[in-house]
């Protein structure tokens, strides 16, 4: 299943609104992923979000409702990067804040 394309423009017009203007796009992982250099921070993922987070905070986000560990192909999780689920991701400020945990990790 290709990145939802409206997914894709809601997180793009994310960024631009927290004025994070070096961000750039590509495909990572059959999905959209959105970079500033050569660290990806978030991948459009089917409908879901996934999101890279700092080591200390994995374990407390994971507990969120929906939140999974990302495990491409059913193998072991994959560092610390959280598959962020639509309806938790269905409003803008929750997308917003989503994004903020993902941006802190390359910073």
């Given at each position: 299943m290709p990145p939802d394309p409206?997914?894709?423009?809601?997180?793009?017009?994310?960024?631009?609104?927290?004025d994070e203007r070096a961000v750039r796009q590509r495909n990572v992982f059959s999905g959209r992923g959105f970079l500033i250099g050569r660290s990806t921070f978030a991948i459009v993922w089917n409908d879901a979000l996934l999101v890279k987070?700092?080591?200390?905070?994995?374990?407390?986000?994971?507990?969120?409702?929906?939140?999974?560990?990302?495990?491409?192909?059913?193998?072991?999780?994959?560092?610390t990067w959280l598959v962020v689920p639509?309806?938790?991701?269905?409003?803008?400020?929750?997308?917003?804040?989503?994004?903020?945990?993902?941006?802190?990790?390359?910073r």
């Open positions: 409206g997914l894709v423009s809601r997180v793009a017009d994310s960024l631009a609104t927290m987070t700092t080591r200390a905070e994995y374990d407390s986000l994971l507990a969120a409702p929906g939140v999974a560990p990302f495990r491409p192909g059913g193998a072991s999780a994959m560092g639509p309806e938790t991701i269905a409003d803008d400020p929750e997308l917003a804040e989503w994004l903020r945990r993902g941006l802190r990790d390359i």
